[in-house]
């Protein structure tokens, strides 16, 4: 079983949201609810929506401190 990717763990919580209502937010950071709709309706394609599905797939198992860790790695750089 191969682990996930670093590059798209680290890309979700530095890309922002390009479009959309929440325009500007960190991918990370997007509610799940705004998720849920679009995990129903398809992910955008290409990398943003691998991106949206992994933090979807985060959320959704409780894993949100993995986040918060990435986040704080990311800030230090």
């Known amino acids: 079983m191969q682990g996930p990717d670093p590059e798209i763990l680290n890309k979700m919580v530095t890309v922002k949201m ?7 937010t960190l991918i990370c950071d997007l509610p799940v609810f705004y998720l849920e709709w679009f995990h129903r309706k ?4 290409g990398s943003l929506g691998i991106q ?4 979807y797939e985060i959320k959704l ?17």
């Open 42 to 45: 398809g992910w955008p394609a």
């Open 52 to 55: 949206m599905e992994t933090v």
């Open 61 to 77: 198992n409780g894993l949100e401190p993995l986040i918060a860790k990435l986040k704080k790695l990311n800030a230090n750089r």
């Open 18 to 24: 390009p479009f959309g209502k929440f325009k500007g």
